[in-house]
């Protein structure tokens, strides 16, 4: 394949154009309009034409099922990516890219991506590789999920550094485009390359304008603090809430034609037949009840953050990082406009036709609700603490050289493991080492957040080490992501790891996740010593194929080899990660130093590894089963 200096791909950039910013659902009765059918014609045409021009290892890294967890997978930071990058590609292929793109796209759209992008270069310059991230205007990753079709469901997604967009069609016809993210840095160049270019400065202008124009009242209603936020509050798995405002109708006309010309900005992105069509949709929806949200400076150059919030849409305008020169923003689309990736116009679509799988995530509110609430931490035995929520584990174990924590849960927990370390009155700081039985957003989307708070050195095994990195859930199962984290350390199987006299072994148990791991150590407790064992994972989720998974071919051995091991070891308490049915009816023992150990059972661990190899053996035998029946 050809490769490109950094002045050709800019070249490449400035010819590519990408899907706006803004929700554009077609609805049911519109996706029938002639201008709006050809639209999409137009989409999947162009679609198909760049598909067709990919080497067969290209197409294996561009092209996913509509059903991969990968589709759902966005982020806006420097990070590893899956997809085909766009300096990668051949001139021919760069020219097919471009049409692919220009028919979601106006010349507003293309000129605000294109400048996104070749911010890069200037960061490169700048820099002068002393950055944390290697700078590459190319490094824009193209992925395209399902087969381009004017009847059936597909989409696509264009991503790298300040850039997310996401773009469904379901049936072929009715598109999603969110959530789609523009983000500049920095949002104005002073000199040099690409000197006096100003990006996203209109949107920050409008807002400065609206806000201006408030009297003393609406002002006090639109300001909802006085400092900004450190960022978009809808990052990545964010619920999309509500804040306060000041609602359109209490504005006079001139104000409220602030505010559409500030929604028009999104709006003219977009090809000229969607974005008429999202204008109508706001109209009808109750454009009365759009809210307009303010939060830090009232003049530039400051750290400030606004928002607009309607029936069907969310967008945010975060400017507050390296002293107000680097901007975040955000579109998405709530359930009346389809929803993030299309997913509640997919669900609706499925219940009428049932005849076809349903391409919706797992529901996960109970791990993200009741599991991660929060309960009183305790010493289990030794210097084993237990600081996590009501059923996902998060274990300190305490030494005079400092701390080390397994897991950190969901992103809801953060408060609740660090606030639980501190009622034992150890002091956060004083975490030196994190690690992960496994890398499932239910056990590791804190590490970032304690990370940051601790300084903790994050280690983990390899094959998870990557999945933290790259904030992206990797295992057989695939499910939500979390907020990317650097591995300080990556293990191998067999590895040690020692702080302040207490020593952890890491037992690699693949099956559950590529890079799943047993925790071993031994601690003391008045005239007793414990063998302990911190069990996170043995099989593949529920759901999951086991023979033939294209993605883990060995799957089947490695879970079985992983039982294998797990029968040598002998613990004499085990520690799970969904701890509530281990810890019922024993934590008042525990705390009460009852003799034996209310959690000393030997014979409980060997009957569990019993049970799960059966119970997976007999989800096998049922898969081939059913591959001879078909």
Same mark, same amino acid.
């Given at each position: 394949?050809?490769?490109?200096?950094?002045?050709?791909?800019?070249?490449?950039?400035?010819?590519?154009?990408?899907?706006?910013?803004?929700?554009?659902?077609?609805?049911?009765?519109?996706?029938?309009?002639?201008?709006?059918?050809?639209?999409?014609?137009?989409?999947?045409?162009?679609?198909?034409?760049?598909?067709?021009?990919?080497?067969?290892?290209?197409?294996?890294?561009?092209?996913?099922?509509?059903?991969?967890?990968?589709?759902?997978?966005?982020?806006?930071?420097?990070?590893?990516?899956?997809?085909?990058?766009?300096?990668?590609?051949?001139?021919?292929?760069?020219?097919?890219?471009?049409?692919?793109?220009?028919?979601?796209?106006?010349?507003?759209?293309?000129?605000?991506?294109?400048? %996104?992008?070749?911010?890069?270069?200037?960061?490169?310059?700048?820099?002068?590789?002393?950055?944390?991230?290697?700078?590459?205007?190319?490094?824009?990753?193209?992925?395209?999920?399902?087969?381009?079709?004017?009847?059936?469901?597909?989409?696509?997604?264009?991503?790298?550094?300040?850039?997310?967009?996401?773009?469904?069609?379901?049936?072929?016809?009715?598109?999603?485009?969110?959530?789609?993210?523009?983000?500049?840095?920095?949002?104005?160049?002073?000199?040099?390359?690409?000197?006096?270019?100003?990006?996203?400065?209109?949107?920050?202008?409008?807002?400065?304008?609206?806000?201006?124009?408030?009297?003393?009242?609406?002002?006090?209603?639109?300001?909802?603090?006085?400092?900004?936020?450190?960022?978009?509050?809808?990052?990545?798995?964010?619920?999309?809430?509500?804040?306060?405002?000041?609602?359109?109708?209490?504005?006079?006309?001139?104000?409220?034609?602030?505010?559409?010309?500030?929604?028009?900005?999104?709006?003219?992105?977009?090809?000229?037949?969607?974005?008429?069509?999202?204008?109508?949709?706001?109209?009808?929806?109750?454009?009365?009840?759009?809210?307009?949200?303010?939060?830090?400076?009232?003049?530039?150059?400051?750290?400030?953050?606004?928002?607009?919030?309607?029936?069907?849409?969310?967008?945010?305008?975060?400017?507050?990082?390296?002293?107000?020169?680097?901007?975040?923003?955000?579109?998405?689309?709530?359930?009346?406009?389809?929803?993030?990736?299309?997913?509640?116009?997919?669900?609706?679509?499925?219940?009428?036709?049932?005849?076809?799988?349903?391409?919706?995530?797992?529901?996960?509110?109970?791990?993200?609700?009741?599991?991660?609430?929060?309960?009183?931490?305790?010493?289990?035995?030794?210097?084993?603490?237990?600081?996590?929520?009501?059923?996902?584990?998060?274990?300190?174990?305490?030494?005079?050289?400092?701390?080390?924590?397994?897991?950190?849960?969901?992103?809801?927990?953060?408060?609740?493991?660090?606030?639980?370390?501190?009622?034992?009155?150890?002091?956060?700081?004083?975490?030196?080492?994190?690690?992960?039985?496994?890398?499932?957003?239910?056990?590791?989307?804190?590490?970032?957040? %304690?990370?940051?708070?601790?300084?903790?050195?994050?280690?983990?095994?390899?094959?998870?080490?990557?999945?933290?990195?790259?904030?992206?859930?990797?295992?057989?199962?695939?499910?939500?992501?979390?907020?990317?984290?650097?591995?300080?350390?990556?293990?191998?199987?067999?590895?040690?790891?020692?702080?302040?006299?207490?020593?952890?072994?890491?037992?690699?148990?693949?099956?559950?996740?590529?890079?799943?791991?047993?925790?071993?150590?031994?601690?003391?407790?008045?005239?007793?010593?414990?063998?302990?064992?911190?069990?996170?994972?043995?099989?593949?989720?529920?759901?999951?194929?086991?023979?033939?998974?294209?993605?883990?071919?060995?799957?089947?051995?490695?879970?079985?080899?992983?039982?294998?091991?797990?029968?040598?070891?002998?613990?004499?308490?085990?520690?799970?990660?969904?701890?509530?049915?281990?810890?019922?009816?024993?934590?008042?023992?525990?705390?009460?130093?009852?003799?034996?150990?209310?959690?000393?059972?030997?014979?409980?661990?060997?009957?569990?590894?019993?049970?799960?190899?059966?119970?997976?053996?007999?989800?096998?035998?049922?898969?081939?089963?059913?591959?001879?029946?078909?």
């Amino acid at each position: 394949m050809p490769t490109m200096g950094c002045e050709g791909r800019l070249q490449m950039v400035t010819k590519l154009s990408v899907a706006g910013l803004v929700c554009c659902m077609i609805a049911p009765a519109a996706a029938s309009e002639p201008k709006e059918a050809a639209l999409a014609a137009d989409m999947a045409e162009a679609a198909r034409r760049f598909v067709s021009s990919l080497t067969p290892e290209q197409r294996q890294r561009a092209i996913f099922s509509l059903a991969d967890d990968e589709r759902l997978n966005w982020h806006y930071i420097p990070r590893k990516r899956r997809g085909i990058a766009l300096g990668e590609l051949s001139r021919a292929q760069q020219s097919l890219a471009h049409g692919f793109l220009a028919t979601a796209l106006s010349r507003r759209g293309l000129l605000k991506a294109s400048s %996104i992008m070749a911010l890069e270069e200037v960061l490169r310059r700048r820099e002068h590789g002393r950055g944390a991230f290697t700078r590459d205007a190319g490094a824009y990753y193209l992925s395209v999920f399902g087969e381009p079709s004017t009847s059936s469901s597909w989409g696509w997604r264009l991503e790298g550094h300040h850039l997310s967009l996401n773009l469904t069609l379901v049936d072929g016809k009715r598109a999603v485009s969110a959530p789609a993210f523009f983000g500049a840095a920095p949002t104005a160049v002073g000199g040099g390359f690409l000197a006096q270019t100003r990006v996203l400065g209109r949107e920050e202008d409008l807002g400065f304008r609206l806000l201006g124009s408030l009297d003393a009242e609406q002002r006090r209603q639109a300001v909802y603090r006085a400092s900004a936020p450190e960022d978009i509050l809808t990052t990545p798995g964010a619920v999309l809430g509500e804040l306060p405002g000041l609602s359109v109708a209490q504005l006079a006309p001139a104000q409220r034609q602030l505010l559409v010309e500030l929604l028009d900005e999104s709006l003219d992105n977009l090809p000229r037949e969607l974005a008429e069509r999202e204008r109508a949709r706001l109209e009808s929806s109750g454009f009365e009840t759009i809210v307009f949200t303010w939060a830090g400076a009232n003049t530039p150059g400051q750290p400030h953050y606004f928002r607009v919030s309607g029936p069907t849409f969310l967008y945010e305008y975060d400017n507050t990082q390296e002293n107000a020169t680097h901007v975040h923003t955000v579109w998405h689309a709530r359930a009346g406009a389809g929803g993030d990736f299309g997913e509640d116009l997919l669900r609706e679509h499925y219940r009428q036709y049932p005849h076809q799988h349903v391409v919706a995530r797992a529901d996960n509110s109970d791990l993200h609700g009741p599991a991660s609430a929060a309960v009183e931490p305790f010493r289990i035995v030794g210097n084993i603490y237990y600081v996590g929520a009501r059923n996902i584990a998060s274990y300190l174990i305490t030494t005079p050289g400092g701390h080390i924590l397994i897991d950190t849960g969901t992103k809801e927990m953060e408060p609740v493991v660090s606030g639980n370390i501190q009622k034992l009155r150890f002091k956060l700081r004083d975490v030196k080492i994190l690690l992960s039985s496994h890398a499932h957003f239910d056990h590791v989307q804190g590490h970032a957040a %304690i990370k940051r708070l601790t300084g903790a050195k994050v280690m983990a095994m390899r094959g998870d080490a990557d999945a933290l990195v790259a904030g992206v859930d990797r295992s057989p199962l695939g499910d939500e992501g979390w907020e990317p984290v650097a591995v300080d350390r990556v293990l191998k199987d067999g590895d040690t790891v020692t702080l302040g006299g207490t020593t952890l072994q890491a037992i690699w148990a693949p099956g559950h996740t590529p890079g799943c791991t047993v925790w071993t150590t031994r601690v003391r407790e008045r005239d007793n010593t414990y063998a302990v064992a911190f069990y996170g994972c043995m099989r593949p989720n529920d759901g999951v194929r086991l023979i033939g998974n294209a993605k883990f071919p060995n799957l089947v051995e490695q879970t079985l080899q992983t039982f294998r091991r797990m029968k040598d070891l002998k613990p004499d308490i085990y520690l799970t990660m969904h701890p509530e049915e281990l810890f019922s009816g024993k934590v008042e023992r525990i705390k009460a130093g009852v003799l034996p150990h209310p959690l000393y059972d030997p014979k409980g661990w060997t009957k569990m590894i019993s049970e799960a190899e059966a119970d997976f053996l007999e989800r096998v035998q049922r898969e081939k089963t059913a591959s001879r029946a078909h």
